[in-house]
């Protein structure tokens, strides 16, 4: 089941496309056009609105729909036919568009709320395969691209905190030793193994960076990884929300063709940064040919996934410009 927060921005502003005067009748309406929404969702909906607890993010949604509905790229002040709400489902197979509702058959809207994350990824479909295609490979990230390193801070972490069930071999790690060192390093990292870390976190940082360059060496190949990174797909679709700040996020993301069409890639790179876990920073440079030229910023923090030591390694990426600045993400007016 989706939680409450994630119904809210979804089925609300499916909604607000419908033109109801506001939302107190919109929620009295329970619609029938918003397929995969019962009793049971808008009894939770109906809950949360009388709490008053969320009560700035059913506003935003509400009337993000309805700006969706009135805008010349969306539906243009027609009402809709039919909203699907995509739910909590599991989808069958890797999908490159992230929308929660679909209008009509056609239109895509993803609701995004609160969040820069771009992507939650394995570092191996990160910087081995560029984000082109799911990666099949697995494994502890930190142990294949700083071996030796990752080795000798492990022994130092073991001889810390003194388990002597941990193995002398971090490959030779499993859920049970995992468990124990995560509960024996939570929150900070202790003073006796910070700096070490850090200088581990900047290797790893720096060989994964140079994994992703080698991957992609030419600008076409760099070109079409900043169009993956963006969610630039085939189609287009649109990405209705709020910020970090809460404002109202409203735009169009384009396709690839619209990208070529405005904006062409002058340089694209990756670099580590000495941040105290390993973080790789991007950045492109484009020429804009209707305004002024561009720079898109952002970053991958790389990071064991349930704590020290705990789960394999993800890496999320996230995007550091205002997403109003972004090439090929057009505001609706």
């Not at 030793?177 to 720096?206: C, M, N, Y």
């Not at 790789?280 to 990071?303: N, Q």
């Not at 064991?304 to 999320?316: L, M």
Request: glycine share 8%; hydrophobic share 40%.
């Amino acid at each position: 089941m989706a939680d409450t927060r994630t119904e809210i921005t979804e089925i609300t502003t499916g909604l607000g496309l419908f033109g109801f005067r506001d939302i107190e009748r919109a929620l009295a309406a329970r619609p029938r056009f918003i397929l995969n929404v019962d009793d049971d969702v808008y009894d939770r909906l109906d809950a949360a609105f009388a709490g008053g607890k969320h009560d700035g993010v059913f506003r935003t949604a509400y009337e993000n729909g309805a700006v969706f509905a009135r805008a010349d790229d969306g539906l243009r002040g027609r009402p809709p036919w039919l909203v699907e709400w995509k739910g909590p489902h599991r989808p069958p197979a890797y999908e490159q568009i992230p929308a929660d509702l679909r209008v009509d058959h056609v239109y895509l809207l993803s609701c995004k709320y609160g969040s820069n994350i771009l992507h939650n990824a394995s570092p191996w479909h990160v910087f081995d395969r560029a984000l082109s295609e799911r990666s099949k490979q697995s494994g502890d990230w930190f142990a294949a691209v700083a071996p030796q390193s990752f080795q000798e801070f492990y022994a130092e972490v073991r001889a810390h905190v003194g388990v002597a069930s941990l193995p002398e071999l971090v490959d030779n790690l499993n859920a049970d030793h995992r468990q124990s060192l995560k509960q024996a390093l939570k929150g900070h990292w202790p003073k006796e193994l910070r700096t070490d870390w850090e200088l581990v976190a900047f290797e790893i940082a720096r060989a994964s960076a140079a994994r992703l360059l080698e991957t992609a060496p030419g600008r076409r190949e760099r070109e079409e990884f900043l169009w993956r990174v963006l969610r630039l797909q085939a189609a287009p679709y649109f990405v209705l929300g709020a910020g970090l700040d809460d404002a109202p996020l409203r735009y169009r993301v384009g396709t690839p063709w619209d990208f070529r069409n405005r904006f062409e890639l002058r340089s694209f790179d990756m670099w580590g940064e000495h941040a105290g876990q390993p973080t790789v920073r991007w950045r492109a440079d484009l020429s804009d040919r209707l305004a002024a030229d561009r720079v898109i910023e952002g970053h991958v923090e790389v990071r064991w996934s349930h704590g020290k030591f705990g789960g394999v390694p993800e890496a999320k990426i996230y995007l550091d410009t205002p997403h109003h600045e972004v090439a090929g993400y057009e505001p609706l007016g």
